[in-house]
């Protein structure tokens, strides 16, 4: 069983930077891939990035790119997710997801393991 718990999301303003946190209740490598989501009031959950095993790859929706980044930190069993240049629709509640079964690809949400998410609100 793997805990995971976000931590990191607040308030800020349009332009603004958070920087969301994943601590992994076991060593983050032992996840073949980690990646972040987040859900809109009245929206689905969507991908926003993932990080494969050793941080080789990374991926990220294209509403985010450039503007976030996604890494992690083994020594600390963290995986970490940097957001610069917030806009009003990044709003939404984050989450962080581990072990993706194989085939799975990074955006579909059949990851094993969720932490409880952290709200991100943006405001304009």
């Known amino acids: 069983q793997v805990h995971l718990m976000e931590s990191g999301g607040g308030s800020v303003q349009a332009g603004g930077s958070l920087r969301l946190s994943c601590a992994a209740s076991?060593?983050?490598?032992?996840?073949?891939?980690m990646g972040w989501f987040r859900q809109a009031p009245g929206k689905e959950r969507e991908g926003v990035a993932a990080?494969?095993?050793?941080?080789?790859?990374?991926y990220y929706a294209d509403s985010v790119k450039g503007r976030f980044t996604i890494s992690q930190d083994n020594a600390k069993n963290t995986v970490y997710l940097q957001m610069n240049s917030l806009k009003p629709e990044d709003t939404a509640m984050y989450y962080c997801?581990?072990?993706?079964?194989?085939?799975?690809?990074?955006?579909?949400?059949?990851?094993?393991?969720w932490g409880q998410g952290t709200q991100v609100t943006v405001s304009s």
């Open positions: 076991v060593y983050t490598y032992s996840s073949n891939c």
């Open positions: 990080i494969y095993t050793g941080g080789v790859s990374t």
């Open positions: 997801a581990a072990d993706l079964p194989y085939g799975g690809s990074w955006y579909s949400l059949l990851y094993k393991y």
